[in-house]
């Protein structure tokens, strides 16, 4: 068994959707980023990546390339997942959680879920949580997310 962590954090603004664990939610706001700037798939994305060795998002999956503006990060997390396969891994589980002060999301999170586990295969469980007005995401400025996992050799 190994153990991963990741971590994401994008700025949230004006005129792009906001698409979090694969689902848009209406909002006025959306996460900034050269893909869709799920920062819950990118935490999840390095957290396993990180616990199989391999390199993180941002050398897998650079912004530099053309191919990946504007990607679904649910695309990227098949990718992922696939580099995962071909390292011997496959998840065993993955506990995540989102830091954003709005919108609220608990009634979307049973879909997260569902579109996680899809790809991952494994259990998913997400959780979601304020600054209570805190800092730059309590201000509305951005949202983050961790993310840990459990892999095992297949």
Known sequence: MRI??????????????????GVEIPYEK????????????????????????????????????????????MILLGHTMEKLTDAGFAPSNIDATLIMQAPKIAK????MKENIENICHCPVNIKATTPEWLGYIGRGEGAEAHAVCMIEEI
């Open 108 to 111: 979307y999170i049973p879909q």
């Open 4 to 21: 991963g962590h990741g971590y994401d954090v994008h700025k949230l603004v004006e005129n792009r959707k906001l698409i979090l664990g």
């Open 30 to 73: 959306g996460l900034l980023g050269h893909s869709d700037a799920d920062v819950l798939i990118h935490a999840i994305m390095d957290a396993l990546l990180g616990a199989a060795g391999l390199p993180d998002i941002g050398q897998q999956f650079p912004d530099k390339d053309e191919r990946y503006r504007g990607i679904s990060s």
